[in-house]
């Protein structure tokens, strides 16, 4: 499946991504990498003729709430690339017809705005030292919409009695085993695609009011669907859930990787168990609203080593 959606977005695309340095306009769907040419630090004194690294960071622009791609081309070969970003540890993936190592990332929800280091830790050919090469990344803050959506669910999921409390209590307790696993391979490829094809109900980092209580900020991306409609896989990957949780309802969530999720809430029917292996527009259920939902539709939400990012941004990033 592609992913067509981009322009039924209601709220617009996200903010420009370009240089910050840049005067020109850059197309509004348009993602462009920020190219820096850094020395390599090690250990030991390198001579003056040291070679340079290659690192691009995509978009540009780098905000709260936004996933980011890393590219690095380093000047000699490598047998393995890792680095850490915001406390996250990263595992690099090599593409050899570009013959350049990249990592997908994302910057938290509550990030401020401010400079923020990538220490990248890259292990030569067999018997070289270790080099370390650091890069300083300025983090800008997104205003997001600030749509304070009113909207009245059933009271047990605003005041539940003991036994709701309970079921609740255990949701949660399978979502922290689940969510936080951070399994090694990568499984996704290429670009990320809309689940459905539908209009946009809802958008990442909105208010919502429930009942007349304010809760915190939209974590994902609602599509206005009936139920019964069929729900894609955004990327392949492994399935992690595909059960029922108490606010979530019949939900899926599929495992890509170093610690990326995509979350797929509110299911009417399921098409996939744990532990399948699926493809990026494979069917993995049918829309509904099951869980603390208003009326039938899809909740989509991309987590990324335990931090929410948005999955309108992700699926405008151009991956390899």
């Not at 206005?224 to 492994?238: C, E, K, L, Q, Y």
């Amino acid at each position: 499946m592609k992913s067509r959606n981009h322009q039924q977005l209601t709220w617009g695309q996200p903010p420009r991504l370009s240089s910050e340095r840049e005067v020109r306009r850059t197309p509004p769907c348009s993602v462009q990498f920020a190219t820096v040419w850094l020395f390599v630090l090690v250990a030991a004194i390198l001579p003056a003729s040291a070679a340079t690294w290659t690192i691009n960071a995509g978009p540009t622009r780098l905000v709260n709430g936004a996933p980011v791609l890393f590219q690095v081309k380093p000047p000699t070969k490598l047998e393995s690339l890792t680095g850490t970003w915001l406390t996250h540890q990263l595992t690099f993936s090599y593409d050899a017809s570009t013959k350049t190592w990249f990592a997908l990332a994302g910057v938290a929800f509550e990030t401020t705005p401010g400079k923020y280091a990538l220490e990248l830790s890259a292990q030569p050919a067999a018997g070289k030292r270790p080099l370390i090469v650091t890069r300083t990344f300025t983090v800008a803050h997104f205003q997001y919409p600030q749509i304070k959506v009113e909207l009245t669910v059933e009271k047990k999921f605003t005041e539940p009695n003991p036994e709701q409390l309970q079921q609740a209590e255990e949701s949660k307790k399978i979502k922290q085993d689940y969510l936080s696993r951070v399994t090694p391979d990568r499984e996704w490829d290429g670009n990320f695609a809309a689940p459905a094809e539908a209009a946009i109900s809802d958008v990442y980092g909105s208010q919502r009011i429930f009942n007349g209580k304010a809760q915190r900020e939209h974590q994902g991306l609602d599509f206005r669907v009936p139920t019964g409609t069929p729900v894609a896989a955004m990327n392949s990957g492994t399935v992690l859930l595909a059960r029922f949780l108490y606010f979530e309802g019949n939900c899926v969530v599929i495992d890509h990787g170093q610690g990326l999720l995509t979350l797929y809430f509110h299911l009417s029917e399921f098409k996939v168990k744990e532990g399948d292996q699926v493809q990026r527009g494979q069917i993995v259920g049918l829309s509904g609203g099951t869980g603390r939902a208003t009326g039938p539709h899809l909740h989509v939400a991309v987590r990324w080593q335990g931090t929410y990012l948005d999955p309108a941004r992700l699926m405008q990033l151009p991956l390899p």
